[in-house]
């Protein structure tokens, strides 16, 4: 069975800077997808990035970037330029090729930018 | 981005009442749908998946007869908590995705407090 652990209960940076959120995962699987979800205190869960597990080239997404080593089974997000709309639970999940679609989450990561 | 309309944004009832939730996909086909649980400070716990026209997969422990689920149309979901008691209070979110490896899209949530 898959399992994503997300080792940081809770983060805080100062506005601008950089911030490096870690997720590791647990598969059996050789592809695979893997998603940065944020929800800010509205509570909407909000996509922030994805990654292909067959591409090499690490996602990026404007500010946001990932670090995907597949051999350590790691998955982690750098935040460039912190803003305080940032300021959000950041999950991990992963998602099985040819499986009903279903994501397995990380515990999440409470990341608070400080003005 | 694709937009999920979900409500009631918060209900509030009385013991013993049937509380019916609303999630619909407003500008693409929804495939297969998921119903989540959050309980405060956690993860998502996936309640159930479910496909256009069949019938809902439960997960482990989550009672089908309390929690119905009718996935009506590739554009509506709805999640009935029935004989609702206290415990059932919860954050609950629903999803769409709309084809293989595309991420889920969340609607805003409901929360759900039973006196």
């Known amino acids: 069975a898959q399992t994503v652990t997300q080792s940081q209960p809770e983060m805080s940076v100062q506005e601008a800077e950089t911030v490096t959120l870690s997720c590791t995962y647990d598969?059996?699987?050789?592809?695979?997808?893997l998603f940065w979800y944020k929800q800010p205190p509205s509570r909407q869960m909000i996509l922030v990035i994805r990654q292909e597990a067959y591409k090499q080239q690490n996602a990026t997404e404007n500010r946001f970037s990932v670090n995907f080593q597949k051999a350590a089974k790691s998955f982690s997000l750098k935040i460039s330029d912190s803003q305080l709309g940032d300021t959000a639970m950041y999950f991990c999940?992963?998602?099985?090729?040819?499986?009903?679609?279903?994501?397995?989450w990380g515990a999440g990561t409470k990341l608070i930018i400080k003005p | 981005g694709a937009v999920v309309s979900q409500h009631p944004s918060r209900v509030i009832c009385k013991s013993g009442t049937s509380v019916k939730i609303e999630c619909r996909s407003l500008?693409?086909?929804?495939?297969?749908m998921f119903w989540y649980r959050q309980f405060p400070k956690q993860s998502l716990m996936l309640m159930a998946t479910s496909n256009e026209g069949s019938k809902a997969t439960y997960e482990q422990g989550v009672e089908k007869d309390k929690f119905l689920i009718n996935h009506a149309s590739l554009t509506l979901s709805t999640l009935t908590v029935t004989s609702a008691h206290p415990e059932d209070s919860s954050f609950y979110i629903c999803?769409?995705?709309?084809?293989?490896?595309?991420?889920?899209?969340f609607g805003d949530g409901t929360r759900l407090s039973i006196l």
């Open positions: 999803s769409f995705t709309s084809a293989p490896a595309q991420p889920q899209h």
């Open positions: 598969t059996s699987e050789s592809n695979y997808y």
């Open positions: 500008d693409f086909q929804a495939t297969t």
């Open positions: 999940a992963f998602m099985k090729i040819y499986s009903n679609y279903q994501l397995i």
